[in-house]
């Protein structure tokens, strides 16, 4: 396999003007006219105006993109809210009729069997779904939800706390809580607390309405519940729920065993008689914090030879990105909360956005937005926006194996051995706690929407009994009842993207099964996790992991076996 970086060339419009800019629905109306009303009388037609549609789709997906991510750069421009809120409003809601007439025009083709199934299946599939799923009265309560859900951005980006007369982000403040002085890790997290607990019935009230409004979304498709919708509308169909309550009780008996040793271990490096909540992430006194880097720059400039290092392919990636200034790294006032990797289709150069504050965290972050850029790079080839619009099981494959690839390669970052193993070892840490909390969120978003018009108070009872299912029960938490009750709400994606959490909990076991083929055969599984990449939405899950070298799978016996290879690697690092 090719593995040197070639720059990729933006997609060239063949049907909208090379000047042409998403500026009102009037601009883009003859578009849509011009191909809900032209004719198709041969798979030579319809090949054309298929990749006509594409073509105005992704112009308008990249001018939606760049709103957002003008508006979470920046949350103090109301200009830029505006802008956002303009599109979601004033031009979405009168795309999406057209867009189903479109879809229902391509399914009565005559022409459609003669489309290469072996790479439209999938889109096809998904085409046919969105149909079906379509209701004319729910355009405009998806535009209020798209809206909405942007307020949980707002309300977080105002958080902030004081520490030692400085002002700093939530986000910013969390680097104190690894540090050895227990007194002040005890300060930080309870301002921490005490600032989220002021905004706990901001954010409940907020969560009351958007429940309110997905329910009604669901009833008006015809669903019982909006679970049962939201499987659907997210095109999954490998897995039920079934498989999620499996992969629950999987992370239960295999994994949380990981995670309560890996407690005591620190616990026992701590020298505590009793761990508190302030004591998860730090490390003994005399130890100093991991400090891989100081600026974004740095970070962006270290990330770059790491990934060089793996492969010239993904540095190239990188350093395009840099080039093109597609790179806002560091956490600032007034920057929306979270990271993630913004795929732009037309140009496909994607744009990586987070919050670094100089922790081993940032590193992990920045190896994990990475592989969803390079995944972005790998898959711009492909003919049809909606080709390279890849579900989310094997875009987080991408992100989550590339942290773990990257790992023997941060010397960059630490060049004391020490310091490298320390972070290896955080990172297998994390890895490990950061399954039983997925489980959790899961578990917890099927109970709220399988059980609509609950209180706020059952809300949180249910939280708390579902939280305790899943925790080791070895931190004293006494003295924070009440900010546990509502921890749930620091996890954005139960506003922002509803049922997009499982999808992490199955691609970390896919990229720890990436990992353990990676220790056998570092070349093959690099060449496998490019393939399987690059292959975008042309195949299904099972075929797309399959490609990767590894099993869709999230049953008991496979996490067991996975579990295992990780314990294993625990034990090379001295946890036991």
């Known amino acids: 396999m090719n593995t040197a970086f070639e720059p990729l060339k933006k997609t060239t419009r063949h049907f909208l003007p090379a000047d042409f800019k998403v500026t009102n629905w009037e601009a883009l109306l003859p578009y849509f006219e011009d191909l809900k009303s032209r004719a198709i009388n041969s798979a030579a037609d319809l090949d054309k105006w298929l990749k006509d549609a594409s073509e105005v789709e992704a112009v308008i997906s990249e001018d939606a993109s760049w709103r957002q991510i003008n508006m979470t750069c920046d949350t103090t421009k109301p200009e830029y809210e505006e802008a956002f809120t303009y599109f979601c409003m004033e031009i979405e809601p009168k795309m999406k009729p057209y867009f189903f007439d479109l879809n229902q025009m391509l399914l009565a083709s005559p022409y459609l069997d003669q489309l290469d199934k072996s790479i439209y299946y999938p889109f096809l599939r998904s085409v046919e779904n969105s149909v079906k799923l379509y209701r004319k009265e729910n355009v405009a309560l998806q535009a209020e939800l798209s809206v909405l859900a942007q307020q949980y951005g707002v309300i977080s980006s105002k958080m902030s706390v004081a520490i030692d007369g400085n002002e700093y982000t939530l986000q910013q403040a969390a680097k104190f809580l690894q540090s050895p002085d227990r007194g002040l890790r005890e300060r930080v997290f309870r301002a921490v607390a005490a600032r989220r607990l002021q905004d706990k019935d901001q954010l409940n009230e907020l969560f009351d309405k958007l429940l309110a409004l997905r329910l009604q979304v669901a009833k008006n498709a015809g669903f019982d519940n909006y679970r049962d919708y939201k499987f659907r509308e997210l095109g999954r169909f490998d897995y039920a729920p079934e498989d999620c309550f499996a992969f629950h009780a999987a992370i239960r008996e295999h994994i949380m065993p990981l995670q309560a040793m890996l407690i005591k271990n620190r616990q026992q490096r701590l020298g505590l008689d009793q761990m508190k909540p302030w004591d998860t992430d730090a490390e003994p006194e005399g130890t100093k914090p991991l400090r891989p880097f100081e600026t974004g720059s740095e970070l962006t400039d270290k990330a770059i030879t790491v990934f060089n290092d793996l492969r010239p392919y993904f540095g190239g990636c990188l350093d395009t990105m840099l080039d093109m200034h597609r790179l806002d790294l560091e956490s600032r006032k007034g920057k929306a909360p979270g990271g993630?990797?913004?795929?732009?289709?037309?140009?496909?150069?994607?744009?990586?956005?987070?919050?670094?504050?100089?922790?081993?965290?940032?590193?992990?972050?920045?190896?994990?937005?990475?592989?969803?850029?390079?995944?972005?790079?790998?898959?711009?080839?492909?003919?049809?926006?909606?080709?390279?619009?890849?579900?989310?099981?094997?875009?987080?494959?991408?992100?989550?194996?590339?942290?773990?690839?990257?790992?023997?390669?941060?010397?960059?970052?630490?060049?004391?051995?020490?310091?490298?193993?320390?972070?290896?070892?955080?990172?297998?840490?994390?890895?490990?706690?950061?399954?039983?909390?997925?489980?959790?969120?899961?578990?917890?978003?099927?109970?709220?929407?399988?059980?609509?018009?609950?209180?706020?108070?059952?809300?949180?009872?249910?939280?708390?009994?579902?939280?305790?299912?899943?925790?080791?029960?070895?931190?004293?938490?006494?003295?924070?009842?009440?900010?546990?009750?509502?921890?749930?709400?620091?996890?954005?994606?139960?506003?922002?993207?509803?049922?997009?959490?499982?999808?992490?909990?199955?691609?970390?076991?896919?990229?720890?099964?990436?990992?353990?083929?990676?220790?056998?055969?570092?070349?093959?599984?690099?060449?496998?996790?490019?393939?399987?990449?690059?292959?975008?939405?042309?195949?299904?899950?099972?075929?797309?992991?399959?490609?990767?070298?590894?099993?869709?799978?999230?049953?008991?016996?496979?996490?067991?076996?996975?579990?295992?290879f990780v314990k294993d690697r625990l034990a090379e690092a001295g946890v036991k």
């Open 340 to 564: 993630y990797n913004c795929p732009l289709a037309e140009t496909g150069v994607p744009f990586i956005f987070m919050n670094a504050a100089g922790t081993i965290g940032d590193v992990i972050t920045m190896m994990h937005e990475g592989g969803h850029a390079i995944h972005s790079f790998l898959s711009h080839d492909l003919p049809l926006s909606a080709l390279k619009e890849y579900p989310m099981e094997i875009a987080e494959l991408a992100s989550m194996s590339m942290e773990l690839f990257s790992m023997e390669h941060w010397d960059v970052f630490f060049k004391d051995e020490k310091e490298l193993h320390r972070a290896q070892l955080e990172e297998l840490e994390r890895i490990i706690s950061v399954l039983p909390w997925i489980a959790t969120i899961d578990k917890f978003q099927h109970w709220l929407y399988t059980n609509p018009g609950h209180s706020v108070k059952e809300r949180e009872d249910e939280w708390m009994a579902i939280l305790k299912e899943f925790s080791s029960g070895i931190t004293d938490w006494t003295g924070f009842e009440d900010y546990r009750q509502n921890f749930w709400q620091k996890q954005l994606h139960l506003y922002e993207v509803p049922f997009y959490y499982i999808e992490y909990g199955i691609a970390q076991l896919g990229a720890i099964a990436m990992w353990r083929q990676y220790r056998q055969n570092k070349q093959q599984a690099l060449d496998n996790y490019m393939k399987a990449l690059s292959l975008g939405n042309t195949k299904t899950l099972n075929e797309l992991y399959a490609a990767a070298g590894i099993k869709f799978d999230f049953s008991t016996g496979y996490v067991k076996e996975l579990g295992a």
